[in-house]
């Protein structure tokens, strides 16, 4: 479902050329739960982001579903990234001003629906991370874990086949951390989502498929 082929990333200045990926090679497979770990500064969310188009590797080739993306244009980029990815952040990036299903809905303003379906749909993802009671809150009567479950949940409103989460228990303790990787492992054994998850936490690690470890930037085998 994503491959990516002798992928390298490097940042440069007029000073100094930073190479955050080197001779990076992954396939994941559709309906995959993998995990990639390493220390700060590994270049794990520089990957995720190649990963999710939201970045260009400096060398190397990135295919979804076997077409390389390079030639796309940014359009067609941007009709990918909303209609197939979901994305899921450490920090929750939800608006305080908007009501839970609002900030649910925000995913799918860019697509062609009526303002009845997307409604719907944001209450369909609201009801799968088990917010159904909560949708007329805001992110400020919510606990972190309830909040990061919103950001699962607008990640879930476009149906998307992939997720990708940096991070996803990081701000969290422990059980709302086991609660929220819960429902990411019933996403993928019961829907079939395919999803990679950037962790620090080992013991998060091993609840998935595949574990990818990354070391300055490289793969560690």
């Given amino acids: 479902m994503i491959t990516l082929t002798d992928i390298e990333k490097v940042y440069q200045t007029k000073t100094i050329e930073t190479v955050a990926l080197h001779n990076i090679n992954i396939s994941i497979r559709k309906g995959e739960f993998a995990s990639i770990m390493g220390p700060s500064g590994?270049?794990?969310s520089t990957l995720l982001n190649i990963m999710g188009l939201l970045d260009e590797p400096t060398r190397g080739t990135v295919s979804i579903d076997g077409s390389p993306v390079r030639s796309f244009s940014d359009q067609a980029l941007a009709r990918l990234r909303n209609q197939k990815i979901g994305f899921v952040f450490q920090s929750y990036h939800l608006i305080n001003d908007l009501s839970v299903t609002d900030n649910v809905e925000l995913s799918l303003l860019y697509?062609?629906?009526s303002g009845s379906e997307r409604r719907k749909r944001a209450i369909e993802a609201l009801h799968k991370v088990g917010l159904s009671a909560r949708t007329s809150h805001y992110p400020n009567q919510l606990s972190g874990g309830q909040r990061q479950r919103v950001?699962?949940?607008?990640?879930?409103?476009?149906?998307?086949?992939?997720?990708l989460a940096d991070e996803p228990t990081g701000n969290?303790?422990?059980v709302m951390?086991?609660?929220i990787m819960d429902i990411l492992l019933r996403l993928n054994q019961e829907e079939g989502t395919t999803i990679v998850m950037v962790t620090h936490d080992e013991l998060m690690a091993k609840k998935t498929e595949r574990l990818i470890r990354l070391f300055d930037g490289s793969q560690v085998l």
Avoid: T, Y
């Avoid at 990640?155 to 992939?162: F, R, Y």
């Fill in 177 to 179: 951390g086991n609660e």
């Fill in 151 to 163: 950001a699962i949940a607008r990640a879930l409103a476009g149906q998307p086949e992939i997720i």
């Fill in 111 to 113: 697509r062609s629906m």
């Fill in 42 to 44: 590994c270049g794990k």
């Fill in 172 to 174: 969290l303790d422990s």
